[in-house]
């Protein structure tokens, strides 16, 4: 039997936090609490949770620059974080997601649609997206001077150094890497990457297209991986080939010793 999803749930409101730790409870989660980020530090260094969701409003960080910690992280910086937060405008869920947030909540919230969101994130998370060709399991997908490990879900540059994925990162790029020298909509790359009608802001595909240009060095105007093309999308212009599946490994051993 599958075990119950581990969501920690870090705000200063305690009868917010109770309320939804029963709700998710009796849909078979297993929920922690932390009222600060000094807390949540300290739990997932103990116990590492499949999703974080986070008040921007903590009494002793702010939630945005906790979020940006988590994702710089070398052991945090794939788990989902959904951010809660009062201020709800575009250019606060845009912020939000810029800093690495799957998704983006205001409140007040209802709690089965915060159950929902947490449910389709974690989906996201463990599932390739539909329609995805599906590579050799423990594969490296190669590309110019990167190699992608599909295992453990990072970069590996030319000289072994290693380059963490947010799990959205990671969603979008291997989406790219299936549909080499091929013109993808914005529409199209969010329904692959969150495998159904997407209910965040169109502009997140082009925040994380930004954000993995980043991880690989690139830049808008010598693009030599990801184009875009103007009213059209985006394509990724590199061949990328399939290496063997020991490979990770190799790489990953090299870069720890």
């Known amino acids: 039997m599958k075990k119950p999803d581990h969501i920690l749930i870090v705000d200063g409101d305690r009868e917010l936090r109770e309320r939804v730790a029963v709700f998710l409870e009796s849909n078979r989660m297993r929920v922690s609490h932390a009222n600060c980020g000094r807390v949540l530090r300290s739990m997932m260094e103990s116990d590492l949770p499949d999703l974080v969701v986070i008040d921007v409003d903590l009494p ?14 070398r052991h945090h910086y794939a788990v989902p974080i959904l951010l809660l937060s009062v201020r709800h405008d575009e250019e606060d869920r845009i ?6 947030a799957d998704d983006y909540m205001g409140k007040p919230f209802g709690v089965r649609e915060l159950h929902a969101r947490i449910r389709a994130i974690l989906r996201r998370a463990n599932m390739l997206p539909p329609g995805m060709r599906v590579t050799e399991s423990g594969s490296v997908l190669r590309f110019g001077e990167w190699a992608l490990d599909t295992v453990a879900r990072h970069l590996v540059d030319a000289d072994g150094a290693i380059v963490f994925l947010s799990s ?27 495998g159904r009608q997407a209910d ?54 090299e870069y720890m010793a």
Do not use: H, W
């Open 95 to 100: 912020l939000g997601l810029e800093m690495g």
């Open 168 to 194: 959205a990162e990671y969603r979008l790029l291997r989406v790219f890497l299936d549909y080499p020298n091929r013109v993808l909509t914005r529409d199209q790359l969010l329904n692959l990457t969150q």
């Open 60 to 73: 002793d960080i702010d939630g945005l620059s906790l979020c940006s910690e988590l994702r710089a992280s």
């Open 200 to 253: 965040l802001l169109d502009r997140s595909i082009d925040l994380l297209v930004s954000r993995i240009r980043q991880r690989l060095r690139d830049t808008v105007r010598e693009a030599r991986y990801i184009k875009t093309l103007r009213n059209e999308g985006y394509v990724f212009a590199a061949a990328v080939t399939v290496a063997a599946n020991r490979e990770p490994r190799a790489l990953q051993l």
